[in-house]
Nanobody, 115 residues
Framework: QVHLRESGGGVARPGESLRLSCEAP????????MGWYRQAPGKQRELVAT???????NYGDFARGRFSISRNNDTMDVWLQMNSLQPEDTAVYYC?????????WGQGTQVTVLS
């Protein structure tokens, strides 16, 4: 079982930054990829960014150039640095972990960018 703990959400003004953290305590092996998705009210969950075990990254089109994903090889902690935030970035951000072919989700952290 994988329990993901997210933190770092909050309220920001346009142009400001936030940094999300995802902890995966006790997990060191079998992780193929981790990353972040988001879901805004009335919309489908969409990819924000992912990072594989060998540090290959992938970003949603809206995130490319503004957001950056990184991880700790030892602890499997993952971070999402979000810069130049805009009101359309308002959503619940979910951390996920793909371990041995099973995907686990965190409970989500709210990011609100004021308009």
């Amino acid at each position: 079982q994988v329990h993901l703990r997210e933190s770092g959400g909050g309220v920001a003004r346009p142009g400001e930054s936030l940094r999300l953290s995802c902890e995966a305590p006790g997990i060191r092996y079998g992780v193929a990829a981790m990353g972040w998705y988001r879901q805004a009210p009335g919309k489908q969950r969409e990819l924000v960014a992912t990072i594989t075990f060998d540090d290959v990254t992938n970003y949603g089109d809206f995130a490319r150039g503004r957001f950056s994903i990184s991880r700790n090889n030892d602890t499997m902690d993952v971070w999402l640095q979000m810069n130049s935030l805009q009101p359309e970035d308002t959503a619940v951000y979910y951390c996920y972990c793909d371990r041995y072919g099973t995907v686990y989700w965190g409970q989500g952290t709210q990011v609100t960018v004021l308009s």
